[in-house]
């Protein structure tokens, strides 16, 4: 890779002009009028009744799966400009119409419900073994299942139309008061306001006071939106559970565990695998307390660098470890990497005005992907970037596949990413060359256990017990904080000294309108390349080829399924839910042993 790297992105090899673009307006207006032609067509569609009826049927499926791919296209050209910045007004516009159009697609494929259900079941099969569909039956399969639970298809069409000005329309709101968000500090003497992803990463200085302050002031900005973004998550909730009601469905759960393909029994399991073992990470945590010279963490203390562990890695060195250590691995994922970054098909650069997060996107058209974060040297921003760079290449080795076949689950997709994090962390330790150094990077490693095994459990236990009072009513901004700082205590086994009230205010994930209850998916996949990454071990750069065919099969079967052919375990069992929990043990007896004599 040449030097320096450019930080930002090229988004002009898909439209030139970002926003004000005449080649996306034109590509939107012609989506425009196909998502229409392909409600006329499913208007005058009927079910096959034999399999000599699949010719009708294979063209609506091509369009489908046209359409779908040109929707992705249009929602990652939006998604990055509005992330890239943030005052571009005409972005969150096109974003508008881009949701609409969406809506519009969906309350299409209503249409396409009754036709699959429609088609006897020993036709259905028939139909699902002919070229073309046989790739993407699974899919095909599961929308068949999903309809029968569903109202009619008018109705659900009418769900759709009125989610865009509703559900999605509360959700567009929170991005844009997140998009205004402003904290300030004084630095060297000046004042900053910085935006909402700069004043998050500002919260993991290394001293103490900084720290306590810095944080005590992003709980109060935070406090001050805190009876809208309470109005936005109390309607995002109670849209989901009148569309809920509606359908019949009882449990919340219900629809993310079918987006994730993932059984309740698997759920329960990887929850309670993890419970049983927090107390190996409260051990860490006081641990950690006692290195800073404190009693107990308080929420603020928990992602807080050790001694030593504030070292800063520039792009440039970033990018070429990453590299380095994905070979070792995978030749294949070091290369997708190395691609990425010459190409600029990276935004990293730390600016003011960029929204707060990281994300990878992928463009299906262009079979390219694009990463967004902000880069400022840390640890965690390696850990970020390797993360985002797993995601695409999750994406790069399915570019071939039929669109269908491509629409893999949250859980799986960070499955991906998590694994690409493992290798480069575990090789970071590895190569250690004194105790000091292996201990600031064993405790990065942790760190993600704990983010994964606590906060985000913690995330789960506030989102169940929220729909749980939402449907008796609206749930009040200090109820929330409530709630939050309970959930807290759940996860964390009570282990800290002071919490995060308003974390339900500034934690975008939960009100994310495409993909409910954002958070058990992170776990799993956590655990899930901690198993695989296990077994790659085992067998060395052999396993290269296994690990691209798993991937490949992420979006044809459920987890299940896939652990089950390609690993051989059973995830409704505590089996290998345990081997997984067990490495993250093993780092933190490491850490133990290696912090005995180091306590203040």
């Known amino acids: 890779m040449h030097t320096p790297l450019n930080q930002t992105w090229d988004l002009d090899v898909f439209f030139p002009g970002g926003s004000e673009s005449p080649q996306f307006a034109s590509f939107l207006n012609d989506l425009d009028g196909d998502i229409a032609g392909f409600r006329a067509s499913l208007e005058k569609a009927s079910s096959p009744q034999s399999a000599g009826d699949s010719a009708g049927f294979k063209a609506l499926i091509d369009q489908y799966q046209g359409i779908l791919k040109r929707i992705r296209e249009a929602d990652s050209f939006v998604g990055c400009l509005a992330a890239d910045n943030q005052k571009d007004k005409k972005a969150v516009q096109l974003g508008g119409k881009v949701k609409t159009l969406y809506a519009d697609f969906l309350a299409s494929l209503t249409r396409l419900d009754p036709v699959i259900t429609g088609t006897p079941d020993d036709v259905w099969s028939a139909l699902l073994e002919q070229e073309g569909l046989r790739e993407i039956a699974f899919s095909l399969n599961e929308r068949r299942t999903q ?111 079918e987006i994730n393909r993932m059984s309740k029994q698997t759920l329960d399991v990887m929850w309670d695998v993890i419970t049983r073992n927090k107390g190996v990470l409260v051990d860490y945590l006081n641990r950690k307390a006692q290195l800073l010279g404190l009693e ?125 994090e493992l290798i480069v962390s575990d090789a970071a ?19 993600r256990a704990v983010a994964f095994f606590m906060n985000i459990h913690a995330r789960f236990i506030f989102e169940t017990n929220f729909y749980d009072e939402r449907r008796k009513g609206l749930v009040s901004a200090d109820r929330l904080s409530e709630l939050m700082v309970q959930a807290q205590k759940d996860a964390f086994n009570d282990s800290l000294s002071a919490y995060h009230p308003h974390f339900w205010a500034a934690k975008l994930h939960f009100y994310a309108t495409d993909v409910p209850f954002y958070n058990f998916p992170y776990t799993f996949g956590f655990l899930f390349s901690a198993g695989i990454y296990a077994r790659a071990l085992e067998e060395g750069t052999a396993f290269e080829d296994k690990y691209a065919a798993l991937l490949r099969d992420t979006g044809s079967m459920t987890v299940e399924e896939l652990a089950h052919k390609h690993l051989g375990v059973d995830l409704t069992q505590p089996d290998f839910w345990q081997s997984a929990v067990d490495t993250v043990i093993e780092d933190v007896n490491e850490f133990m042993r290696l912090t005995e004599g180091k306590v203040k």
């Open 296 to 420: 107990k963490l308080a929420w603020a203390d928990v992602d807080a660098p050790l001694e030593g562990g504030t070292k800063t890695v520039g792009y440039d060195e970033g990018a070429k470890l990453i590299v380095d250590q994905f070979r070792d691995f995978s030749p294949r994922l070091a290369d997708y990497a190395a691609q990425a970054f010459e190409n600029r098909w990276i935004e990293a650069e730390d600016r003011a005005g960029k929204r707060p997060g990281g994300f990878c996107t992928s463009f299906p058209l262009a079979k390219q992907t694009r990463i967004f974060m902000t880069y400022s040297g840390t640890l965690n921003n390696l850990s970020t970037l390797a993360h985002e760079l797993g995601h695409g290449f999750h994406q790069y080795l399915m570019d071939d596949m039929p669109a269908l076949a491509q629409e893999y689950a949250m859980n799986v997709a960070e499955t991906a990413s998590t694994f690409a």
């Open 147 to 257: 309809a029968k639970e569903k109202l009619p298809p008018e109705q659900e069409a009418l769900i759709s139309d009125l989610a865009v000005d509703g559900y999605h329309g509360w959700n567009d709101l929170y991005n844009t008061t997140v998009s205004q968000f402003r904290m300030v500090v004084e630095e060297n003497g000046e004042r900053q306001e910085l935006s909402a992803g700069q004043a998050f990463n500002r919260l993991h200085t290394p001293e103490l006071a900084k720290r306590t302050e810095l944080f005590n002031r992003w709980e109060e900005a935070w406090a001050e939106k805190a009876d809208f973004a309470a109005e936005a998550l109390n309607h995002i909730a109670g849209f989901r559970l009148q569309v809920y009601k509606q359908r019949g469905w009882d449990s919340v759960h219900k629809e993310p565990l």
């Open 429 to 447: 330790v590895k190569a250690a060359v004194s105790d000091d150094e292996r201990i600031v990077l064993l405790e990065d490693k942790i760190q």
